[in-house]
């Protein structure tokens, strides 16, 4: 099996912060993000990583950043290592996980945008009908294509603590109404623009989430985006008949971790070695489908 980068120390710049994925440090120029290999689920870390996942979603992002900039900018100055500053270039291990970004505002909103009724918006819907507020047709089934995709923001959390879908009149009394409204506009278009691009490529965007900061007064898209970490994608025909999708993300570990009895709290159970491998495999087959080529791990 390919070996793991599940933690990094670049010791001539500042660290500041550890997401439960990425390593964040601080330049003079701008922020150092570096995707690890370390999988999260149910908000909780877990001691094994996934080969080369951290390369895919780096990848990844950069490759929707460039696609999406004519619908919102965004914070990605370079993926190239090649093109950042000294103390980066060089270090192989940082080689293709890797953005030089810049610093922004971050909003405190995680702007979710749903096609499909699944995972909590699901069951929020067998309760009320309603996801976040939004009524939705009766008699829906699960994985039901709704009649429009849906802005369905939640609360950012800190790590360790777990996301809390809120409604979207109460993400206007956290962030105001026009930043609200503004979120909601650019993540529905983003959303419909990878939707139609994806099915060209026989791959469903059930869902997904995205984050913005503010740079200079305006609203740009940061942190990562269209990734598997960050989405569910689903192959095209493999569910609308009522059947499991075919999934490339990290539903197939939260598919394995509802078998055991766990309560989703820290600690987490051990990840045996085919759930890696497979999860690996997922992460690299949905890269190769979306930008058309392999990557190296």
């Given amino acids: 099996m390919v070996e793991t980068l599940n933690s990094v120390e670049i010791p001539s710049l500042e660290h500041v912060a550890s997401g439960k994925v990425?390593?964040?440090?601080s330049h003079p120029e701008g922020l150092v993000l570096v995707a690890t290999d370390r999988l999260s689920a149910f908000d909780v870390v877990f001691?094994?990583?996934?080969?080369?996942?951290?390369k895919v979603l780096n990848q990844l992002a950069a490759f929707w950043f460039e696609r999406t900039s004519e619908i919102v900018p965004n914070h990605l100055i370079t993926a190239d290592l090649s093109r950042m500053p000294a103390p980066l270039r060089g270090r192989t291990e940082l080689e293709g996980r890797t953005s030089f970004c810049r610093r922004t505002e971050v909003v405190p909103i995680e702007c979710v945008v749903r096609g499909y009724l699944e995972g909590s918006g699901w069951k929020e819907y067998q309760a009320s009908g309603k996801v976040c507020g939004i009524e939705l047709p009766p008699g829906l089934q699960r994985r039901a294509r709704l009649p429009e995709p849906i802005f369905t923001p939640a609360t950012k959390a800190e790590q360790g603590e777990h996301d809390e879908n809120i409604t979207?009149?109460?993400?206007?009394?956290?962030?105001?109404?026009?930043?609200?409204?503004?979120?909601?506009?650019?993540?529905?278009?983003?959303?419909?623009?990878?939707?139609?691009?994806l099915e060209q490529r026989d791959t469903v965007l059930a869902?997904?989430?995205?984050?913005f900061?503010?740079?200079?007064?305006?609203?740009?898209?940061?942190?990562?985006?269209?990734?598997?970490?960050?989405?569910?994608?689903?192959?095209?025909?493999?569910?609308?008949?009522?059947?499991?999708?075919?999934?490339?993300d990290k539903q197939y570990v939260r598919d394995y971790l509802e078998t055991l009895d766990w309560n989703k709290e820290p600690p987490p159970p051990p990840l045996p070695t085919d759930v890696i491998t497979n999860t690996s495999q997922r992460y690299r087959e949905i890269f190769e489908k979306i930008t058309g080529r392999p990557i190296e791990i």
């Fill in 207 to 211: 869902d997904t989430k995205f984050e």
């Fill in 168 to 197: 979207f009149d109460q993400c206007c009394e956290r962030i105001g109404r026009p930043t609200s409204e503004c979120l909601r506009e650019l993540s529905l278009a983003l959303y419909r623009f990878a939707h139609e691009t």
């Fill in 22 to 25: 990425r390593e964040i440090y």
């Fill in 47 to 54: 001691n094994e990583g996934i080969p080369g996942k951290g």
């Fill in 213 to 248: 900061g503010w740079v200079d007064g305006e609203l740009i898209l940061i942190d990562e985006v269209l990734t598997p970490d960050s989405s569910r994608f689903w192959v095209k025909g493999s569910f609308e008949g009522g059947g499991e999708p075919i999934s490339y």
